[in-house]
């Protein structure tokens, strides 16, 4: 099987941005696809602007082919400085065209991408969840 990967495709993979990990994240998004054997790690630290919760700084791990690496890198150039429900909107289609296009057979990197980032905003809600339940129970320092 062929098919080829736009540039944009190919300089994600090349040379990733936001790559590694946030040490004490305030969310991590982790998924896998057993199908293709990718696996991606995505760390979120929120922040504050203007009010509303924004997404600061965002990294990410991912072991697995060229599209996911490049998908992975994507997701977080789309969600940085976007507050959680923008970021939370990101689409699968919204990666794959801010990359010039992803193969049919790699879309599913595109959903895995998005889904990370979806995951890693509901493990910081539940963790602030946690938190906020702890502070109220009159168990805070």
């Known amino acids: 099987m062929t098919f080829r990967y ?4 190919i300089e ?12 004490n994240p305030d969310g991590i998004g ?14 979120i630290k929120v922040g504050k602007k203007k009010g509303k919760e924004i997404i600061k ?33 990101v689409t699968r289609n919204d990666i ?8 049919p057979i ?6 895995l991408a998005s889904e990370a980032l979806k995951k890693a905003i509901e493990d910081y809600k539940k963790k ?3 938190i906020k339940n702890f502070n109220l129970s009159g168990n805070s320092n």
């Open 106 to 111: 790699k879309m599913h990197c595109s959903n």
């Open 57 to 89: 700084d965002i990294k990410f791990k991912t072991f697995g082919c060229a599209a996911a690496i490049a998908t992975s890198s994507m997701i977080t150039q789309l969600a940085k400085g976007k507050t959680l429900e923008q970021a939370k909107k």
């Open 12 to 23: 994600n993979f090349l040379h990733p941005k936001n790559l590694g990990e946030i040490k």
């Open 30 to 43: 982790k998924i896998g696809n057993p199908i293709c054997g990718d696996v991606m790690w995505l760390y």
């Open 96 to 103: 794959a065209d801010s990359l010039k296009g992803l193969p």
């Open 128 to 130: 602030k969840k946690i």
């Open 6 to 9: 736009s540039k944009k495709v």
